[in-house]
């Protein structure tokens, strides 16, 4: 067990200071100096290293109460996330000075958490501990448990280059996919996709209407779809949705980006019952259960090779807000982390 190490009287942790009626300005955040906070017996005092930054942060700065299935962020508070830290001290708990742990006070570099709340996380598992904070395990379910891709399926993947989309096209290919889709924001990015994670086709947003290129990538139909963004892209998907397909919605990035709480899109349901076509919403809260197979099937794909990580890492806590802001302008590739 590693030796304890000196704690600072004072940390960092970034606050909301108001919501934020339009994008999220660098005014709608502070970053405070505060006291570390001291452990109870039972609780975990944990030094934050890896804070992930996700576009549901964006919901949450907005009064999303009842939209999502969590609360939404209070100003005046510190804000909160998934975050990786090591233990330096947990009175009456099994943790030890520096075990990894995985919780959800991000947002801050020193956090107290209840024993129960830390996920102990081995290192053996992980070629980079940093890929258990990956948003993958939202693109995983979509992929293994709510569609079930087989074989020869064809798969569309909306916001493929994001932390979830990019997980999900690989997970596709590895359960024998015929041919793997994916949308993003840019040249760069589709590159990306096809000469990195194996994509066969990319449709690019702003180089032709979404559906006219899906046309072109699948003119056979889709019959799996996995969509992080919503609007137009789930619109040109369920127009090519074959007999039978599987549609599920993990995110509706085209609203978050705006801090939408809703996000409207017309659907056929004529079409939906007549082609035998499914469209499912599905959060993580909902399998927790699924957790352990996710982190082992993962786990085990990274070390083998067989699949990546793909992610962005920006260092200093006081980089949070501008990574936010960075992410939903669609700069990063993959998960969004940020080193304290």
């Known amino acids: 067990m590693a030796a304890p190490v000196p704690v ?41 290293r890896l804070t992930r930054v996700g576009a549901v942060t964006r919901t949450l700065m907005e009064d999303a109460a009842g939209v999502l299935p969590m609360s939404p ?53 992980w070629p980079d501990p940093a890929a258990c904070l990956s948003q993958g395990f939202a693109g995983w379910l979509a992929v293994v448990r709510a569609a079930a891709v087989q074989p020869g399926d064809t798969v569309f993947v909306t916001g493929a280059a994001g932390g979830a989309g990019s997980i999900a096209g690989q997970f596709a290919r590895l359960r024998g996919a ?24 990319t449709v690019v947003r702003g180089e032709a209407p979404i559906e006219e290129q899906l046309r072109a990538a699948a003119p056979e139909g889709i019959d799996v779809l996995v969509d992080t963004v919503g609007g137009e892209q789930l619109r040109a998907a369920l127009a090519l949705a074959r007999r039978g397909a599987r549609c599920v919605v993990i995110g509706a990035l085209s609203a978050q980006a705006r801090g939408g709480t809703t996000a409207e899109v017309p659907v056929d349901t004529l079409a939906l019952f007549s082609g035998g076509i499914t469209l499912r919403g599905l959060t993580t809260a909902d399998h927790r259960d699924a957790v352990p197979r996710w982190e082992e099937q ?26 936010l802001g960075e992410l939903l302008d669609g700069h990063h590739i993959g998960t969004v982390l940020v080193e304290s």
């Open 8 to 48: 600072p009287s004072t940390h960092r942790e970034v606050r909301l200071t108001a919501r934020p009626g339009g994008g999220p300005r660098p005014d709608r955040f502070e970053v405070a100096e505060v006291p570390v906070p001291v452990p109870r017996h039972g609780q975990v005092l944990v030094r934050n």
């Open 73 to 125: 962020y209070a100003p005046g508070r510190a804000l909160w996330a998934p975050a990786l830290g090591e233990v330096v001290t947990a009175p009456g708990t099994r943790l030890g000075p520096g075990d990894l742990v995985r919780h959800q006070l991000g947002w801050r570099e020193y956090a107290v958490i209840e024993a129960d709340d830390a996920r102990r996380v081995d290192p053996a598992l």
């Open 178 to 201: 015929g041919r793997v889709i994916g949308s993003t924001g840019s040249r760069r990015k589709a590159d990306y996709l096809v000469g990195t994670l194996g994509f066969d086709a």
């Open 298 to 323: 993962f786990s085990r794909g990274l070390r083998a090779g067989v699949l990546t990580f793909p992610h962005t890492r920006l260092r200093g806590i006081e980089r949070a807000p501008r990574a």
